[in-house]
């Protein structure tokens, strides 16, 4: 699921820091992180994962991030070496910063699908889904996933950055549906799991890496299934997928617990992996990073997750937001996103990424990323008429495991078909570009 945008205006074309050369072949647009966080403005301190400890124990960058403090990469190990890595054998994040919660009651079922467009009555237990939650215009407050337990009982992960927002949207509606005829048959109950870990061990070798150290046979926990697991001794909700594209699974651990399973997790060829490669990883994967390519004014149908949307749900609606979801089906959104390639740009002198580092460091500003041309607001253009007809919203110079500029944008419906020529500008020049299927590699999940 899903690496979170740290709230920060993105940079304009004039800004200074453009016109610094990028590292060659080092990852993903500039991301900017200012080291004055919320805790030094005397607002909300940063929270930690319960393996806060544990990272810098093993050498972790750690940076202000969606509210936390998390690794952004470990030790002299580089970005685009871990993103191979992981790619090649096996990696492990920690993603404990995303916010899991547990959903109880004898009309909880009812309660999500009225949250959400996804058929969750036809879900078989223990079976996920990604799914959206939406606002009263069909716009998506957050991305998340939704593991079936039982009829009456749902384990849902959403994303950190959007906490706030969530867990505010979720009480007001419970105490809306709480208060109403359609709670007849008993109440939902929220619990936040505060203070959890999770852990993604993400790669080919993942399988064989957890299976060592199991009884449960994981050749039946098929992509998109999760089951309650033996590991080491410790019970825990073991969920296969990822946000890497890659076999995987996702592992949600009591507070106690967390250290000692990340270390027995942490051995060869496991090696530990921060937010840097699970940006570029998933972006290879054609996957979404909300606040960059989902925000509350997109649907569903706009960012090309209709089929989140349930076939009972096209025809019956009752979801919020389903008027103008529905009727973007049925008549076509106005905009739609996109995979993009884009020519390779003019060869620039190099500098090593030390020197990024600390010259960033010293401004009190983090780099979590390369120099990229295809920053978050760069206009795409027809190429006939220079108009502009869309945006990009997240994008990666020489993604390493593809080999090309990439990215992903929103265009006018019209342009968006695979192979239509568009242009990106970039630094006042129109770069030629060329639309795109996604993912931009193959993927790997284990079906059977």
């Known amino acids: 699921m899903i690496l979170q945008r740290h709230i920060l205006p993105t940079l304009k074309s004039s800004a200074p820091l453009h016109y610094l050369p990028s590292q060659s072949r080092v990852l993903t647009r500039v991301r900017l992180l200012a080291t004055k966080s919320e805790a030094q403005e005397g607002t909300t301190p940063l929270r930690k994962t319960p393996l806060y400890d544990f990272h810098v124990h093993h050498g972790a960058k750690m940076v202000p991030f969606a509210g936390y403090h998390m690794p952004l990469a470990y030790g002299d190990v580089g970005q685009v070496a871990s993103h191979q890595h992981v790619r090649q054998s096996a990696g492990l994040f920690d993603v404990g910063h995303m916010v899991q919660s547990n959903f109880r009651g004898a009309t909880a079922t009812q309660f999500l699908e009225w949250l959400t467009p996804s058929s969750l009555s036809t879900l078989a237990p ?101 089951a309650f697991v033996p590991l080491e001794g410790v019970n825990v909700h073991v969920a296969r997928g990822g946000y890497t594209g890659e076999d995987g699974f996702e592992i949600s651990i009591p507070p106690a617990y967390a250290t000692f399973l990340a270390s027995a997790l942490l051995r060869s060829p496991v090696q530990l992996a921060g937010l840097g490669a699970r940006d570029s990883l998933r972006l290879e994967a054609g996957m979404c990073l909300y606040g960059n390519d989902l925000d509350e004014s997109t649907t569903p149908v706009e960012a090309g997750l209709s089929w989140v949307i349930g076939k009972d749900r096209r025809v019956v609606g009752g979801f919020i937001g389903s008027e103008n979801v529905l009727d973007q089906l049925k008549n076509g959104p106005p905009r739609r996103r996109v995979g993009l390639i884009v020519e390779d740009a003019p060869a620039r002198r190099m500098f090593p990424f030390s020197f990024l580092f600390h010259f960033f460091s010293s401004l009190n500003i983090f780099v979590i990323n390369s120099y990229s041309p295809f920053v978050e607001g760069a206009k795409i253009l027809s190429p006939e008429t220079s108009d502009e007809i869309g945006v990009v919203t997240s994008g990666i110079p020489l993604a390493p495991s593809v080999g090309k500029n990439i990215a992903m944008g929103y265009v006018k419906s019209g342009f968006h078909k695979k192979g239509t020529r568009l242009a990106v500008e970039v630094r006042k020049k129109a770069r030629a570009t060329i639309v795109t299927s996604m993912p931009f590699i193959p993927t790997h999940y284990w079906r059977g």
């Open 126 to 226: 223990y079976a996920s889904t990604l799914s959206v939650l939406l606002n009263e215009r069909g716009g998506i407050i957050d991305d998340t996933v939704i593991t079936k337990h039982a009829s009456d009982a749902f384990y849902v992960v959403t994303n950190a950055g959007r906490r706030t927002e969530d867990l505010a949207w979720f009480e007001a509606r419970l105490m809306e549906w709480n208060a109403s005829e359609r709670a007849k048959d008993g109440p939902v109950e929220h619990e936040v799991l505060d203070g959890w870990g999770l852990l993604a061990l993400q790669g080919p070798a993942a399988a064989d890496h957890l299976q060592a150290l199991t009884s449960y046979d994981l050749r039946a926990l098929t992509f998109g299934r999760s």
